[in-house]
């Protein structure tokens, strides 16, 4: 059964629609004016393949084909966990194709999050390589398959499948669909991508084609409607924004994506040079790293002609940098799952804002600060960000969490804290939210300490992300340790996060062993006091 759009008031859709921001069209329709249009047109480059608007068409007609016979309908939701392989731009126009619903999976979801999700999802099919970067997927989706009674297919890409599993290859090498398409309306929720924020599981937010459709066409605005862009894709094609930017813009915007499996700045800067590519952003730690190859010289990035940073802290040292060194139009963005692009900089701005703000809201996007009360504050005041636009997702598969996250008049609390001066340009100061982004990926730290918590030696637990410069963030333990225990080392600790079996990217980085954690009267952690310190800390030991 289709999610339902749980905050979806007929007041927004109208709304909207009178903006002339909705409808949006579904991606079937969008690869079929792709074809009428530019059929010779090439929209991906991956490998050695050269992917035009016709050979999508036929791959995703027969994609859809091999799904349909093995019962995906309507309203049926597929996971995938797929790297940055165009097997899931495939299976993302093929599932439109079909009106079932797609979950892309972040590849660094091990077993109990990847379990969740297609719990919650409910999902009817997941889509897994096989051994990736030392970790075999096919035995994950196994112990998956285990905990999920409605999950009735296992799909293996580009690996032997196992008993009672399906290879991806044998559904692309069916016949072309010769039913008739049946895409999602506008409204329909088409999409469930899952991010981790203050709770200790992922939530599953709701997006339609038209919420989708309003972030591609904004992106595409920010890039300056340039039908000749072609970007590199070096963070994960399962983010809203790797799918979306560079898996259905290319069709709905008749651009060009670029694909890197796997972030290598070498290989990062050979693609750069040789495919021409004129847009290459991403989170700061990427680019931090594309700056100190080895191999980096401005002659081989001399194509780039816009970088937009976003998901993660941007240090104004790093816009200066780029610029000098690109010579390109470089500018802060910031969004998140339910919201991808909020705001973000253009050409006109003042170079000041460009460098030290966030930029200003995108088309359509309304950006307010509230304090604690939810009365708007005062320009150059502190207070809540708070969101509401055409690209606004429509909800949580939990429903409880809309209630809590939506305002009365149907704005997003963020839980992200921001100074908004009278220009309306927007500088992110901290975050309510309890979570740490490293490489730009949203880790909840109450998800950690819950693991931590069940280590025989630990009494008490914090976990804070202190700076570092090649993650952003990384994450530090401040641990209590129970009174017979025998001290701790963090080579202890990883492998006990290790035989939990939970994503590397959880496991601490830092461990610091304290003998009380700072609480205030009703006996929260007074978190900022571990950062302050134990940032300083690490600070000092990487000066």
């Given at each position: 059964?289709?999610?339902?759009?749980?905050?979806?008031p007929?007041?927004?859709?109208?709304?909207?629609?009178?903006?002339?921001?909705?409808p949006?069209?579904?991606?079937?329709?969008?690869?079929?004016?792709?074809?009428a249009e530019?059929?010779?047109?090439?929209?991906?480059?991956?490998?050695?393949?050269?992917i035009?608007?016709?050979?999508?068409?036929?791959?995703?007609s027969?994609?859809?084909?091999?799904?349909?016979?093995?019962?995906?309908?309507?309203?049926?939701?597929v996971?995938?966990?797929?790297?940055?392989?165009?097997?899931?731009?495939?299976?993302?126009?093929?599932?439109?194709?079909?009106?079932?619903?797609?979950?892309?999976?972040?590849?660094i979801?091990?077993e109990?999050?990847?379990?969740?999700?297609?719990?919650?999802?409910?999902?009817k099919?997941?889509?897994?390589?096989?051994?990736?970067?030392?970790?075999?997927?096919?035995?994950?989706?196994?112990?998956?398959?285990?905990?999920?009674?409605?999950?009735?297919?296992?799909?293996?890409?580009?690996?032997?499948?196992?008993?009672?599993?399906?290879a991806?290859?044998?559904?692309?090498?069916?016949?072309?669909?010769?039913?008739?398409?049946?895409?999602?309306?506008?409204?329909?929720?088409?999409?469930?991508?899952?991010?981790?924020?203050?709770?200790?599981?992922p939530?599953?937010?709701?997006?339609?084609?038209?919420?989708?459709?309003?972030?591609?066409?904004?992106h595409?605005?920010?890039?300056?409607?340039?039908r000749?862009?072609?970007?590199?894709?070096?963070f994960?094609?399962?983010?809203?924004?790797?799918?979306?930017?560079?898996?259905?813009?290319?069709?709905?915007?008749g651009?060009?994506?670029?694909?890197?499996?796997?972030?290598?700045?070498?290989?990062?800067?050979?693609?750069?040079?040789?495919?021409?590519?004129?847009?290459?952003?991403?989170?700061?730690?990427i680019?931090?790293?594309?700056?100190?190859?080895?191999?980096?010289?401005?002659?081989?990035?001399r194509?780039?002609?816009?970088?937009?940073l976003?998901?993660?802290d941007?240090?104004?040292?790093?816009?200066?940098e780029?610029r000098?060194?690109?010579?390109?139009?470089?500018?802060r963005?910031?969004?998140?799952?339910?919201?991808?692009?909020?705001?973000?900089?253009?050409?006109?701005?003042?170079?000041?804002?460009?460098?030290t703000?966030?930029g200003?809201?995108?088309?359509?996007?309304?950006?307010?600060?509230?304090?604690?009360?939810?009365?708007?504050?005062?320009?150059?005041?502190?207070?809540?960000i708070?969101?509401?636009?055409?690209?606004?997702?429509?909800?949580?598969?939990?429903?409880r969490?809309?209630?809590?996250?939506?305002?009365a008049?149907?704005f997003?609390?963020?839980?992200?804290?921001?100074?908004?001066?009278?220009?309306?340009?927007?500088r992110?100061?901290?975050?309510?939210?309890?979570i740490?982004?490293r490489?730009?990926?949203?880790?909840?730290?109450?998800?950690?300490?819950?693991?931590?918590?069940?280590?025989?030696?630990?009494?008490?637990a914090?976990?804070?992300?202190?700076?570092?410069?090649?993650?952003g963030e990384?994450?530090?333990?401040?641990?209590?340790?129970?009174?017979?225990?025998?001290?701790?080392?963090?080579?202890?600790?990883?492998?006990?996060?290790?035989?939990?079996?939970v994503?590397?990217?959880?496991?601490?980085?830092?461990?610091e062993?304290?003998?009380?954690?700072?609480?205030?009267?009703?006996g929260k952690v007074k978190?900022?006091?571990?950062?302050?310190?134990?940032?300083?800390?690490?600070?000092?030991?990487?000066?």
């Amino acid at each position: 059964m289709r999610p339902v759009a749980t905050v979806l008031p007929r007041e927004r859709i109208a709304h909207h629609e009178r903006a002339g921001e909705w409808p949006c069209p579904d991606l079937t329709t969008a690869l079929a004016r792709r074809v009428a249009e530019t059929p010779a047109r090439v929209l991906f480059v991956a490998g050695d393949e050269r992917i035009t608007a016709t050979v999508l068409a036929e791959r995703v007609s027969r994609l859809a084909r091999g799904l349909r016979e093995l019962g995906v309908g309507s309203g049926d939701v597929v996971s995938w966990q797929l790297p940055n392989w165009l097997e899931g731009v495939l299976l993302t126009f093929a599932l439109d194709r079909l009106g079932a619903v797609s979950n892309p999976i972040l590849t660094i979801y091990r077993e109990r999050e990847v379990a969740f999700v297609v719990r919650q999802a409910r999902s009817k099919a997941l889509v897994v390589p096989g051994l990736l970067r030392g970790h075999d997927h096919r035995q994950l989706a196994r112990t998956v398959r285990a905990a999920a009674p409605d999950l009735a297919h296992v799909v293996v890409a580009r690996a032997t499948p196992g008993p009672d599993e399906v290879a991806l290859e044998a559904l692309c090498a069916a016949a072309p669909d010769d039913a008739p398409p049946t895409p999602p309306g506008p409204h329909d929720v088409t999409a469930i991508f899952y991010t981790s924020g203050t709770t200790s599981d992922p939530k599953g937010v709701l997006h339609t084609p038209s919420t989708l459709g309003s972030f591609v066409r904004t992106h595409f605005t920010m890039t300056g409607h340039d039908r000749d862009l072609v970007g590199i894709l070096w963070f994960p094609l399962a983010h809203i924004g790797g799918i979306c930017a560079f898996g259905m813009g290319p069709v709905v915007n008749g651009t060009r994506a670029v694909f890197l499996e796997q972030f290598d700045p070498e290989a990062a800067l050979d693609l750069i040079e040789r495919e021409q590519v004129t847009n290459a952003g991403g989170p700061t730690p990427i680019v931090q790293a594309l700056l100190a190859a080895k191999g980096f010289a401005p002659e081989r990035v001399r194509s780039v002609r816009q970088a937009g940073l976003g998901a993660t802290d941007v240090p104004p040292e790093l816009i200066r940098e780029l610029r000098a060194k690109l010579g390109a139009f470089v500018s802060r963005s910031y969004g998140m799952t339910e919201c991808p692009m909020a705001t973000g900089g253009t050409p006109q701005d003042p170079e000041e804002k460009l460098v030290t703000t966030d930029g200003r809201a995108v088309p359509g996007v309304v950006v307010r600060t509230v304090d604690d009360a939810g009365r708007e504050v005062a320009a150059g005041s502190e207070g809540e960000i708070e969101l509401f636009g055409p690209q606004l997702c429509v909800g949580y598969v939990d429903e409880r969490l809309s209630a809590e996250a939506f305002t009365a008049d149907g704005f997003l609390r963020s839980g992200d804290l921001a100074v908004k001066d009278a220009g309306g340009f927007v500088r992110i100061t901290g975050r309510k939210k309890d979570i740490i982004i490293r490489k730009g990926e949203n880790l909840s730290a109450k998800a950690i300490e819950d693991e931590l918590y069940d280590h025989p030696k630990i009494a008490d637990a914090a976990v804070i992300g202190v700076p570092d410069r090649a993650s952003g963030e990384r994450v530090c333990a401040c641990i209590v340790l129970r009174p017979d225990a025998d001290g701790m080392t963090l080579d202890e600790l990883r492998a006990f996060m290790l035989a939990r079996r939970v994503m590397a990217q959880k496991i601490p980085e830092q461990i610091e062993l304290v003998d009380e954690l700072p609480r205030n009267a009703t006996g929260k952690v007074k978190k900022f006091e571990l950062r302050a310190r134990f940032a300083r800390a690490a600070n000092g030991r990487s000066a």
